[in-house]
């Protein structure tokens, strides 16, 4: 069943061990965007974009230019990775740019939230559930890449004790 997933770039496809830069500033790591292909391909969700670098994305994607957007770009063409949308929100309001972008889209599906920050808006929102919160010195792991899978198929983690194994297929 196809879903969303709300994607943060700062601390989900970048962490300390990061080598790539971007004017300085940590870039993006080639491992996270396979890992996140991966999700998207295990679930076929949609990728909408919330971080602050949407905006650069965007500016590439009208044919701009922006050193930023073109790395986003250039990461998620090596992987297949293709962005569906951006929400619009007003910075520290990024529940609140999840919850008007599934309105705008009319379906009930099911999504999840990758990002490294709970923002003071995700509880009020209902998004606390959905939430997959990589550790900022990290990015993501491939244990947050499998919590997102499941919520977005609406597994449960099992009958306590059961093992799972279905996840290496």
């Given at each position: 069943?196809?879903?969303?997933?709300?994607?943060?770039?700062?601390?989900?496809?970048?962490?300390?061990?990061?080598?790539?830069?971007?004017?300085?500033?940590?870039?993006?790591?080639?491992?996270?965007?396979?890992?996140?292909?991966?999700?998207?391909?295990?679930?076929?969700?949609?990728?909408?974009?919330?971080?602050?670098?949407?905006?650069?994305?965007?500016?590439?994607?009208?044919?701009?230019?922006?050193?930023?957007?073109?790395?986003?770009?250039?990461?998620?063409?090596?992987a297949s990775v293709r962005v569906?949308?951006?929400?619009?929100?007003?910075?520290?309001?990024?529940?609140?740019?999840?919850?008007?972008?599934?309105?705008?889209?009319?379906?009930?599906?099911?999504?999840?939230?990758?990002?490294?920050?709970?923002?003071?808006?995700?509880?009020?929102?209902?998004?606390?559930?959905?939430?997959?919160?990589?550790?900022?010195?990290?990015?993501?792991?491939?244990?947050?890449a499998l919590r997102a899978?499941?919520?977005?198929?609406?597994?449960?983690?099992?009958?306590?004790?059961?093992?799972?194994?279905?996840?290496?297929?």
């Open positions: 069943m196809a879903g969303f997933l709300f994607l943060d770039v700062d601390g989900v496809l970048n962490g300390r061990h990061t080598r790539d830069r971007v004017l300085g500033c940590p870039g993006i790591s080639d491992r996270k965007v396979r890992l996140l292909s991966w999700i998207l391909q295990r679930t076929g969700a949609r990728l909408v974009l919330t971080s602050s670098w949407k905006d650069q994305w965007e500016t590439v994607a009208r044919g701009g230019r922006d050193p930023f957007g073109e790395r986003l770009q250039e990461a998620f063409s090596s569906f949308g951006v929400t619009r929100d007003a910075g520290r309001d990024r529940g609140t740019g999840i919850r008007a972008f599934l309105k705008e889209q009319g379906e009930a599906a099911p999504f999840a939230v990758l990002d490294d920050t709970v923002f003071p808006d995700f509880a009020a929102q209902g998004i606390l559930p959905h939430l997959v919160r990589t550790k900022s010195s990290l990015g993501l792991t491939f244990w947050d899978v499941r919520i977005l198929t609406r597994e449960e983690a099992g009958a306590a004790g059961q093992r799972r194994t279905d996840w290496k297929s």
